[in-house]
């Protein structure tokens, strides 16, 4: 364990990647709930009728060049998700941008969820990355740059 200059957390524990299993509103439903009312392929999500949902990264930047990644939903209409999965897995990704909600708490700023967010495509083989928000405080979360406490905290209490 190396210790970090700036907080109590080894600097082993500063760069991580934290994946959500399922948006938050689907976190209380029974196995046979989901299996039911929704079909999912690994990067979409549909829940009869007719909500959508697609994954996407949010990087967090914290100070001196760590960064934690939360692979996250984000709840999108249905020509989004008609859209995203015809262009998968072809050139045309790399130019891929689209705009939803999140559809997960992110621990240092629970109540974020529902927050509007733009994500676009950076690598062709990754999914889209957060980049920008019309709410200035997730604007600000995806483009700022976090004390380690700030985030590092919140995550020692769900892992
Ligand atoms: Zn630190």
Redesign the pocket.
């Known amino acids: 364990m190396t210790p ?6 080894p ?1 082993e524990s ?1 760069d991580r990647d934290i994946s959500f299993h399922l948006p938050d509103e689907l976190e209380d439903w029974s196995a046979e709930e989901l299996a039911e009312k929704t079909s999912r392929l690994d990067t979409f999500l549909h829940v009869k009728p007719n909500r959508f949902f697609m994954r996407a990264l949010i990087p967090i930047h ?1 100070h ?1 060049d ?1 960064i934690v990644v939360f692979g996250a939903w984000l709840a999108v209409d249905r020509p989004t998700v008609e859209n995203a999965s015809r262009i998968w897995n072809t050139p045309e990704y790399g130019s891929f941008s689209c705009s939803g909600f999140l559809a997960n708490a992110l621990p240092p700023w629970p109540n974020i969820v529902g927050a509007p967010l733009t994500v676009e495509s950076r690598h062709l083989e990754e999914l889209p990355y957060a980049v920008s928000s019309s709410d200035a405080k997730m604007n600000e979360i995806v483009n700022s740059k976090w004390s ?2 700030t985030v ?1 905290n919140s995550l020692a209490e769900i892992t």
């Open positions: 970090c200059p700036d907080c109590r957390w600097l500063h914290l001196h760590h380690h406490q590092l």
